[in-house]
């Protein structure tokens, strides 16, 4: 206990059995706030009050350093810094599609594959529409102006789909299923660049 006692600069045990109450209280609130899974900068305050009470009892005053560290602790979490690059990972895992897939758009084989599905004027709209994916999928990648990449990545996808896999109709089961498959893909798709559209890039971005 005297040990606690000069640690603080006190002579009195009585400073010292105070600071360890006001530590106790801080872990039962830390303790608390962990099971109910409360932010980490509510986990940082709940210590500081505590720490803030105990100063105020005894005027004492904590040095600058313990001050400073503890007031940065607040503005910083661990989760929200391994965010970042998950986000990031995140935009790369969605362009990797339209980045893989645009280029095609620019040979015959798509070509030809658009004008037996019926597309009107392939030699035109399959190179405009692979552009405007590309040009897309590079916004959201990067995370330069990512909200206007993302209604590109839209326009491109609403009449891909419904042009391109047009399952309904198809007498074939195989060809029906794997229209319907890629139906659904698109759409998920379409949803995540409606999201993008709203929220932005995120963190790790050029200009959002």
Not at 35 to 48: A, C, G, L, P, T
Not at 84 to 93: A, D, I, P
């Amino acid at each position: 206990m005297d040990n606690y006692a000069a640690f603080i600069g006190e002579d009195s045990p009585d400073s010292a059995i105070r600071f360890l109450g006001a530590a106790e209280e801080s872990f039962k609130g830390l303790a608390e706030m962990h099971f109910k899974r409360i932010s980490y900068q509510d986990m940082v305050r709940q210590s500081w009050k505590a720490i803030g009470k105990f100063s105020r009892q005894d005027g004492l005053s904590l040095t600058p350093l313990v001050s400073s560290a503890l007031k940065g602790m607040e503005t910083y979490s661990p989760r929200e810094g391994l965010m970042k690059y998950v986000n990031l990972l995140g935009r790369v895992l969605y362009s990797v599609i339209f980045l893989v897939s645009a280029p095609r758009h620019f040979t015959g084989a798509d070509l030809a594959y658009a004008a037996h599905a019926g597309v009107p004027m392939p030699q035109v709209l399959v190179p405009l529409s692979g552009a405007i994916a590309l040009l897309g999928a590079l916004s959201i990648l990067l995370g330069y102006k990512a909200r206007v990449g993302a209604w590109l990545i839209v326009l491109f996808l609403v009449p891909v789909t419904l042009t391109m896999h047009r399952f309904w109709g198809l007498q074939d089961p195989m060809m029906q299923m794997m229209q319907t498959v890629n139906f659904l893909k698109n759409l998920s798709m379409l949803g995540a660049a409606l999201m993008i559209a709203q929220f932005g890039s995120g963190p790790l971005s050029l200009r959002p």
